[in-house]
C-alpha cells in the first residue's frame, strides 16, 4: 500500500507522498479495500475524495523534471502512530491499524 502511495505521489508531480495519497492507495490494493468495506467504508467514494484532494494540489515541478517525492512528516507520524498501535496489542501493523491511526487523527 506505501509503494502504491508513492506512485500515486510520483503520478501526480506531488512534492511528498502524504496521508492522502495513502489513502488513496488503500482503496485501490484489493486486500485493503476489503478491509475497508468491511469497517463500513465505501472504497470507490473514498477513492474519487482522496483522487480530488490530491488533484487539487498543485504540482511541485512539471512532469518532465520529476524528482522523487519525500514522505510527508504527517505521514511518517501516522506510520509511526500505527506500528505503535500495533506493538501494543503484540502483533504486525496491519491495514486494520492504518485505517484506525487514519480515522482517530480525523481523517
Known amino acids: 500500500t506505501?509503494?502504491?502511495a508513492y506512485e500515486a505521489a510520483l503520478f501526480y508531480?506531488?512534492?511528498e507522498v502524504r496521508v492522502d495519497h495513502l489513502i488513496y492507495a488503500l482503496t485501490r490494493v484489493a486486500g485493503a479495500a476489503q478491509v475497508l468495506a468491511d469497517l463500513g467504508i465505501r472504497p470507490e467514494r473514498l477513492r474519487k475524495e482522496a483522487a480530488s484532494a490530491i488533484a487539487a494540489e498543485t504540482p511541485a515541478a512539471p512532469a518532465d523534471s520529476q524528482s522523487d517525492p519525500d514522505t510527508s512528516d504527517e505521514l511518517e507520524s501516522t506510520l509511526r502512530r500505527t506500528?505503535?498501535?500495533a506493538q501494543e496489542r503484540g502483533g504486525l501493523a496491519g491495514v486494520v491499524d492504518l485505517v484506525r491511526t487514519i480515522l482517530s487523527?480525523?481523517?
Open 2 to 4: 506505501c509503494n502504491h
Open 13 to 15: 508531480g506531488s512534492r
Open 83 to 85: 506500528s505503535e498501535r
Open 105 to 107: 487523527a480525523g481523517r
